[in-house]
């Protein structure tokens, strides 16, 4: 049971558009979300992240928006630069007694950009 | 920055065989967990450490079994290996100093069973 759904596998944008990565998530007890990005034989880098308590977390060319009565969250990448092109991990995590942040993953979307 | 190690990079193994993965986690992380990602899927949770005690228990065929040392370096130890245990095998390493919050990975280990 997929409780992290990234419903595109694949994106592609034009070098210096805006990309848009969503992710949809079923379990209400998840309170941390994260997204990770991965390029071939690495493994997942940390991008951002964001608490359930918050709507928005920007870092540089990265905004993560939190919608929790969707379940709903989205990265957003302005300007999108062709070293960006990678997959993409959207992970949630809830806090229930001694889990201690487990991650559950969704199955990633490739971004591709463009020049 | 140090990140996390681990080794081997790439193992091949045949059937009913068996397989050590090492993890060393970021200096000072006290936490150490295990993902199995197979092919085109996502990676999945398998088991966790902190402070060389189990903390979390996924989806770890009993035929795995994992610890942590006192140095907080980790094994997972494979035994009687199947064709459907061939995947790549992440650790990541947290803080419960940071709250836990961010898992940061290594860069896996590309394990063949054949």
């Known amino acids: 049971d997929q409780q992290v759904k990234q419903n595109s596998p694949s994106l592609s944008v034009q070098e210096g558009r805006i990309s848009i990565l969503n992710c949809d998530y079923t379990?209400?007890?998840?309170?941390?979300f994260l997204w990770y990005k991965k390029y071939p034989a690495e493994g997942p880098t940390f991008l951002i992240s964001?608490?359930?308590?918050?709507d928005k977390n920007e870092d540089g060319r990265f905004t993560v928006f939190l919608n929790k009565s969707a379940k709903h969250l989205s990265l957003h990448i302005v300007p999108s630069q062709p070293g960006d092109s990678a997959v993409y991990f959207c992970?949630?995590?809830?806090?229930?007694?001694?889990?201690?942040?487990?991650?559950?993953f969704g199955r990633g979307t490739q971004l591709t950009v463009w020049p | 920055a140090a990140g996390v190690i681990q080794s081997p990079r790439h193992l091949i193994k045949e059937k009913r065989e068996t397989a050590t993965l090492k993890c060393y986690p970021i200096?000072?992380?006290?936490?150490v967990y295990w993902y199995q990602q197979g092919p085109g899927q996502d990676p999945q949770f398998l088991i966790s450490f902190y402070e060389k005690m189990q903390s979390d228990k996924g989806s770890i065929p009993d035929r795995f079994s994992a610890q942590q040392f006192s140095d907080y370096h980790s094994e997972l130890n494979m035994s009687s290996l199947e064709l459907g245990d061939s995947a790549l095998y992440f650790c990541?390493?947290?803080?419960?100093?940071?709250?836990?919050?961010?898992?940061?990975f290594g860069p896996g280990t590309r394990l063949t069973v054949t």
């Open positions: 964001i608490s359930s308590i918050k």
């Open positions: 200096p000072r992380h006290d936490t």
């Open positions: 992970a949630a995590r809830a806090d229930r007694g001694s889990t201690l942040g487990r991650l559950y």
């Open positions: 379990n209400s007890m998840f309170d941390y």
């Open positions: 990541a390493s947290s803080s419960r100093l940071a709250g836990f919050f961010e898992q940061y």
